[in-house]
Nanobody
Framework: QVSLVESGGGLVQAGGSLSLSCADS????????MGWFRQAPGKEREFVAR????????YYADSVKGRFTISRDNAKNTVYLQMNSLKPEDTAVYYC?????????????WGQGTQVTVSS
């Protein structure tokens, strides 16, 4: 299986903003449910946001509602995560992933991750 490629991570101060991108060269990209996950130091990987193949339905973890926005551009085979009002607890490696099997909730394509660090 192929992996996705994330970009846009970096170091920001609390209250700042950052935008992440994830690209896939597969022609079937527009068929996939796409998700963002993160893993902080010493913690388990957690769900952040999800978007349907059409881009018309989104879902967020309670910890990021009102601050993060997931979107996609199927013409560019890219999914985005706009992060505003960042907090130190948002510090983590962020991963994008795709549901390609048709089984709900099963993410079987993963990116390499991009580091997001928020200073207090």
């Amino acid at each position: 299986q192929v992996s996705l490629v994330e970009s846009g991570g970096g170091l920001v101060q609390a209250g700042g903003s950052l935008s992440l991108s994830c690209a896939d060269s597969r022609r079937t990209f527009s068929r996939y449910v796409m998700g963002w996950f993160r893993q902080a130091p010493g913690k388990e990987r957690e769900f952040v946001a999800r978007i349907r193949s059409s881009g018309g339905s989104t879902y967020y973890a309670d910890s990021v509602k009102g601050r993060f926005t997931i979107s996609r551009d199927n013409a560019k085979n890219t999914v985005y995560l706009q992060m505003n009002s960042l907090k130190p607890e948002d510090t983590a490696v962020y991963y994008c992933a795709a549901q390609t099997s048709g089984i709900p909730g099963r993410y079987d394509y993963w990116g390499q991750g991009t580091q997001v660090t928020v200073s207090s």
